[in-house]
Nanobody
Framework: QVQLVESGGGWVQPGGSLRLSCAAS????????MGWYRQAPGKQRELVAT???????KYADSVKGRFTISRDNAKNTVYLQMNSLKFEDTAVYSC???????????????WGQGTLVTVSS
Protein backbone atom coordinates (compact mmCIF):
# COMPACT_ATOMS: atom_id res chain seq x y z
CA GLN A 1 0.00 0.00 0.00
CA VAL A 2 1.40 3.37 -1.07
CA GLN A 3 -0.07 6.59 0.26
CA LEU A 4 0.44 10.30 -0.23
CA VAL A 5 -0.60 12.33 2.78
CA GLU A 6 -0.88 16.11 2.55
CA SER A 7 -0.65 18.54 5.45
CA GLY A 8 -0.39 22.26 6.02
CA GLY A 9 -3.68 23.50 4.66
CA GLY A 10 -5.89 25.91 6.53
CA TRP A 11 -7.23 29.43 6.62
CA VAL A 12 -5.14 32.45 5.76
CA GLN A 13 -5.81 36.10 5.02
CA PRO A 14 -5.05 37.56 1.59
CA GLY A 15 -1.37 38.31 1.29
CA GLY A 16 -0.48 35.59 3.74
CA SER A 17 1.56 32.42 3.34
CA LEU A 18 1.13 28.71 3.82
CA ARG A 19 3.41 25.75 3.28
CA LEU A 20 1.95 22.46 2.15
CA SER A 21 3.71 19.13 2.57
CA CYS A 22 3.01 15.78 0.97
CA ALA A 23 4.74 12.68 2.26
CA ALA A 24 4.72 9.34 0.50
CA SER A 25 4.81 6.12 2.45
CA UNK A 26 4.92 2.43 1.58
CA UNK A 27 7.27 0.02 -0.15
CA UNK A 28 8.78 2.71 -2.32
CA UNK A 29 11.95 2.30 -4.32
CA UNK A 30 11.86 5.59 -6.22
CA UNK A 31 9.46 8.44 -6.97
CA UNK A 32 9.70 10.24 -10.28
CA UNK A 33 7.63 13.35 -11.06
CA MET A 34 5.60 14.94 -8.31
CA GLY A 35 3.19 17.80 -8.39
CA TRP A 36 0.45 19.84 -6.81
CA TYR A 37 -2.99 20.31 -8.28
CA ARG A 38 -5.99 22.22 -7.00
CA GLN A 39 -9.73 22.23 -7.44
CA ALA A 40 -11.81 25.21 -6.50
CA PRO A 41 -15.54 24.90 -5.84
CA GLY A 42 -17.43 24.46 -9.10
CA LYS A 43 -14.26 24.29 -11.17
CA GLN A 44 -12.15 21.60 -12.75
CA ARG A 45 -8.92 20.43 -11.21
CA GLU A 46 -5.93 22.37 -12.48
CA LEU A 47 -2.19 21.96 -12.33
CA VAL A 48 -0.40 24.24 -9.88
CA ALA A 49 3.21 23.08 -10.09
CA THR A 50 5.29 20.04 -10.91
CA UNK A 51 8.83 18.98 -10.12
CA UNK A 52 10.94 16.22 -11.59
CA UNK A 53 13.14 13.97 -9.53
CA UNK A 54 16.09 16.08 -10.63
CA UNK A 55 14.44 19.29 -9.51
CA UNK A 56 13.14 20.82 -12.74
CA UNK A 57 9.97 22.77 -12.08
CA LYS A 58 6.91 24.04 -13.93
CA TYR A 59 4.23 26.42 -12.68
CA ALA A 60 0.81 27.55 -13.70
CA ASP A 61 0.92 31.16 -14.88
CA SER A 62 -1.45 32.14 -12.09
CA VAL A 63 1.04 31.16 -9.37
CA LYS A 64 4.40 32.03 -10.94
CA GLY A 65 6.45 34.23 -8.66
CA ARG A 66 4.25 33.46 -5.66
CA PHE A 67 4.45 29.67 -5.19
CA THR A 68 7.54 27.49 -4.96
CA ILE A 69 7.57 23.72 -5.30
CA SER A 70 10.43 21.69 -3.84
CA ARG A 71 11.11 18.12 -2.83
CA ASP A 72 13.25 16.01 -0.55
CA ASN A 73 13.92 12.72 -2.32
CA ALA A 74 15.39 11.15 0.82
CA LYS A 75 12.12 11.81 2.65
CA ASN A 76 9.83 11.07 -0.32
CA THR A 77 8.23 14.42 0.33
CA VAL A 78 7.16 17.32 -1.85
CA TYR A 79 6.42 20.83 -0.61
CA LEU A 80 4.52 23.84 -1.87
CA GLN A 81 5.42 27.21 -0.40
CA MET A 82 2.58 29.62 -1.13
CA ASN A 83 3.16 33.34 -0.64
CA SER A 84 1.06 36.41 -1.42
CA LEU A 85 -2.07 34.30 -1.35
CA LYS A 86 -5.18 35.61 -3.09
CA PHE A 87 -8.88 34.90 -2.71
CA GLU A 88 -8.77 32.92 -5.94
CA ASP A 89 -6.19 30.52 -4.51
CA THR A 90 -8.92 29.01 -2.33
CA ALA A 91 -9.19 25.33 -3.29
CA VAL A 92 -8.52 21.77 -2.27
CA TYR A 93 -4.86 21.12 -3.02
CA SER A 94 -3.85 17.57 -3.90
CA CYS A 95 -0.43 16.13 -4.50
CA UNK A 96 0.39 13.64 -7.19
CA UNK A 97 3.23 11.26 -7.90
CA UNK A 98 3.09 10.41 -11.57
CA UNK A 99 5.20 7.29 -11.19
CA UNK A 100 6.21 5.50 -8.04
CA UNK A 101 8.48 2.51 -8.57
CA UNK A 102 7.80 -0.03 -5.85
CA UNK A 103 10.19 -2.55 -4.33
CA UNK A 104 8.44 -5.35 -6.26
CA UNK A 105 9.05 -3.53 -9.59
CA UNK A 106 5.46 -2.42 -10.02
CA UNK A 107 4.80 1.21 -10.96
CA UNK A 108 1.87 3.25 -9.74
CA UNK A 109 0.46 6.72 -10.15
CA UNK A 110 -0.80 7.93 -6.76
CA TRP A 111 -2.91 10.87 -5.61
CA GLY A 112 -3.28 12.28 -2.15
CA GLN A 113 -6.68 12.96 -0.62
CA GLY A 114 -6.21 16.71 -0.60
CA THR A 115 -5.97 19.53 1.88
CA LEU A 116 -8.20 22.59 1.92
CA VAL A 117 -6.70 26.05 1.60
CA THR A 118 -9.06 28.92 2.32
CA VAL A 119 -8.00 32.50 1.62
CA SER A 120 -10.43 34.86 3.26
CA SER A 121 -10.54 38.07 5.22
Amino acid sequence: QVQLVESGGGWVQPGGSLRLSCAASGSIFRIYGMGWYRQAPGKQRELVATITRGGSTKYADSVKGRFTISRDNAKNTVYLQMNSLKFEDTAVYSCNADRILLMDDRSLEVWGQGTLVTVSS
